[in-house]
C-alpha cells in the first residue's frame, strides 16, 4: 500500500505533501522530527489528509497533481476529509 499524504502545524498554515509506502513510520518521523528537512523546520506535525493507493506510480502522479493545485483547493480538500483539521495520526494502525 502507498500514501500520498498531508501534513500541517497546529495553526494550519504550512502544508506538506508526501508519498510513502508506510504512514505510521513516516507520520512519527515527522512528529519527532527525525528526518531533517522542510517538515522539520516549520514544525509540521498535524496528519490531516491521506489517500491510499495499491499502485506507486498512481500515488506519485496524485502527489505531484496536489502539489500543483492552489492553496484555496488543497484546502477543499482538507475540508472535505476532515472538516475541523484534526490530527488523524492516532486513527492509524
Given at each position: 500500500?502507498?500514501?500520498?499524504y498531508?501534513?500541517t502545524n497546529?495553526?494550519n498554515?504550512?502544508?506538506?505533501?508526501?508519498v510513502?509506502?508506510?504512514?505510521?513510520?513516516?507520520?512519527?518521523?515527522?512528529?519527532?522530527k527525525?528526518v531533517?528537512g522542510?517538515t522539520?523546520?516549520?514544525?509540521?506535525?498535524?496528519?490531516?489528509?491521506?489517500?491510499?493507493?495499491?499502485?506507486?506510480?498512481?500515488?506519485?502522479d496524485?502527489?505531484?497533481?496536489?502539489?500543483?493545485?492552489?492553496r484555496e483547493r488543497?484546502?477543499q480538500?482538507?475540508n472535505?476529509f476532515?472538516?475541523?483539521?484534526?490530527?488523524?495520526?492516532?486513527m492509524?494502525?
Amino acid at each position: 500500500m502507498y500514501y500520498v499524504y498531508m501534513m500541517t502545524n497546529w495553526t494550519n498554515n504550512v502544508l506538506y505533501i508526501g508519498v510513502t509506502n508506510d504512514l505510521i513510520r513516516r507520520t512519527f518521523e515527522h512528529k519527532t522530527k527525525t528526518v531533517p528537512g522542510f517538515t522539520q523546520r516549520y514544525n509540521l506535525n498535524k496528519l490531516v489528509y491521506f489517500e491510499d493507493f495499491t499502485n506507486i506510480n498512481q500515488a506519485i502522479d496524485r502527489e505531484k497533481q496536489l502539489k500543483g493545485w492552489k492553496r484555496e483547493r488543497k484546502n477543499q480538500l482538507i475540508n472535505d476529509f476532515n472538516k475541523d483539521w484534526l490530527d488523524l495520526s492516532g486513527m492509524l494502525g
